[in-house]
């Protein structure tokens, strides 16, 4: 266990409405980063939060958007919910932005939209 | 882009069996490669190879990074029905200071008793 918790576990929404996954930081760490995990699919980069700034973004739209609070928890929303949304919502966290600092995962959050 | 491709797809194997697998990449700057090994959700660490430490081993996995060839194996001697899951690559491009990973499509393995 990896102490990265994420809520909710499962999701479901129809396509149009909003979402907002949560997710609790290892304890210490400074660094979140969200990923997208389409079915069959590796994770795919979102963003990542440094000191509750966005510091990288891959190439998801705007209405993918995220915030960090002072105790390093997150949150991602996702506005205008489309089909291909559908997927595992994973969040790692780290401890600074070094190269020798490991991810560590979250369970995830499986969203789908109907 | 970077991008990073996972061979094979699927494996099946049975207990005790030894078994390879395969990673190859594409990165405009190499900072590091990752192993992970997905069960269920979380994907959960195994490895980190970097241009100082190309080489890991741990029990019955180790892996090797090939830095001329841009690829990296992962070996997993005497497996088990534990080591039934998927199994992901992942560069660590040095571009900037996100840590921003590229994961390949994984390899699905199947430990049959």
């Known amino acids: 266990e990896t102490g990265v918790t994420q809520s909710p576990t499962h999701l479901i929404k129809t396509r149009g409405q909003q979402v907002t996954l949560r997710c609790s930081s290892q304890?210490?760490?400074?660094?979140v980063s969200w990923y997208q995990q389409a079915l069959g699919q590796g994770p795919q980069f979102i963003f990542q939060?440094?000191?509750?700034?966005?510091?990288g973004r891959g190439n998801f739209p705007p209405r993918f958007s995220g915030l960090q609070f002072p105790n390093y928890s997150s949150e991602l929303n996702v506005n205008a919910l489309e089909l291909d949304d559908s997927a595992l919502y994973l969040c790692?966290?780290?401890?600074?932005?070094?190269?020798?600092?490991?991810?560590?995962f979250g369970s995830g959050t499986q969203l789908s939209v109907l | 882009e970077d991008k990073v491709v996972q061979s094979p797809l699927s494996l099946v194997v049975h207990e005790g069996d030894t078994v390879t697998l395969n990673c190859s990449y594409e990165?405009?700057?190499?900072?590091?490669l990752l192993w992970y090994k997905q069960e269920k959700k979380a994907p959960t660490f195994l490895f980190m190879l970097?241009?100082?430490?190309i080489e890991k081993k741990s029990g019955r996995l180790s892996s090797i990074l090939d830095k001329k060839e841009l690829s990296s194996i992962l070996n997993i001697t005497a497996t088990q029905t534990g080591d039934s899951a998927i199994y992901l690559c992942?560069?660590?491009?040095?571009?900037?200071?996100?840590?921003?990973?590229?994961f390949g499509s994984g390899t699905q393995l199947t430990v049959l008793p």
């Open positions: 790692a966290s780290s401890l600074g932005l070094t190269t020798n600092e490991k991810l560590f």
């Open positions: 304890s210490g760490h400074n660094t």
């Open positions: 939060y440094y000191r509750e700034e966005e510091n």
């Open positions: 990165v405009t700057n190499f900072r590091s």
């Open positions: 970097t241009s100082s430490g």
């Open positions: 992942a560069v660590d491009p040095l571009s900037g200071s996100a840590r921003q990973l590229t």
